[in-house]
């Protein structure tokens, strides 16, 4: 009967942990958001919608294109370009981390642990925070978004390089080496070809996260379409923030379904 009596009160303490958990949970978030003037939140959102949504639907065409100056076209394709030099960069220079922080590449838990460490490290600023950086450092442009972009990837792609080398199967590996060959042959010949797929489609998921970075970063002054954006959006030019949005929206469409055709591909 004790043991019986047992087995009906563990799952009555279950429900009334979860429900105090709940109970607090919910407590937590009215106590938040009763400091917050929610009435003039509305009132704004409302207002801003409601001029971007008429930019959308007039747009300013005439900012396609611009013979002199800049215009559309030329801020997404600065964009384009951040992002392409921003992730080339973080895929080459993250591989050695990637084999680094790999638990079936070393011998001693301590030098996977610093790889590990490294990788987190690197990937703990935002890119906003890193093109902040860089822009004090360079100055306010494409170059630093290219930098911020770059180095805030590296801890990104080189955690997911990692755990792909981690799942790869050792038997090619172990195969090579009894046969006498050096670390390098069997690198060549029996690591790359089983991570070389998954290295190349994380690549490009990484170069679509870097094309909605980019937009963004151009907004605190590293280039691209950002920069337009703040500018139109600070004069209340809601025709040319409808174009520079729907802009954005083509081309990260159009990335997303190129960069999806080719790793179901590569997959």
């Known amino acids: 009967m004790s043991q019986l009596s047992t087995k009906v009160n563990k799952p009555k303490k279950k429900f009334a942990f979860r429900t ?5 949970l919910a407590l937590l978030y009215i106590w938040a958001f009763s400091g917050m003037p929610i009435n003039d ?4 959102a409302g207002q801003i919608s409601k001029a971007i949504f008429s930019g959308i639907f007039h747009p300013d065409w005439d900012y396609v294109y611009l013979p002199d100056g800049e215009d559309l076209i030329r801020g997404l394709l600065d964009t384009l370009a951040i992002a392409i030099l921003g992730t080339f960069i973080s895929g080459i220079l993250c591989i050695p981390f990637a084999f680094w922080a790999a638990n079936n590449m070393s011998k001693g838990k301590t030098i996977t642990s610093t790889g590990k460490f490294m990788l987190s490290f690197i990937r703990t600023f935002p890119e906003i925070v890193m093109a902040i950086l860089f822009i004090k450092a360079v100055g306010p442009g494409s170059f630093a ?5 770059g180095l805030h990837s590296i801890g990104m792609l080189g955690k997911l390089f990692s755990e792909e080398i981690e799942s790869l199967d050792m038997g090619p590996t172990e195969a090579l080496t009894a046969t006498g060959a050096n670390r390098l042959q069997v690198l060549w010949f ?3 070809p089983q991570v070389l797929p998954g290295f190349l489609s994380y690549t490009l998921y990484r170069f679509e996260i870097n094309i909605r970075a980019a937009a963004i970063l151009g907004v605190i002054g590293a280039g ?8 139109a ?10 174009i520079i949005l729907l802009g954005i929206i083509v081309m990260v469409t159009i990335i997303d379904a190129i960069s999806g055709f080719l790793r179901r591909r590569i997959i």
Do not use: M, Q, Y
């Open 20 to 24: 105090i958990i709940v109970v607090l």
């Open 145 to 149: 978004g290219v930098l911020a972009l």
């Open 190 to 192: 029996a690591v790359l």
């Open 41 to 44: 939140i509305k009132e704004t």
């Open 224 to 231: 691209g379409i950002g920069t337009p954006l703040i500018f």
């Open 233 to 242: 959006l600070s004069s209340r030019d809601w025709d040319r923030v409808g």
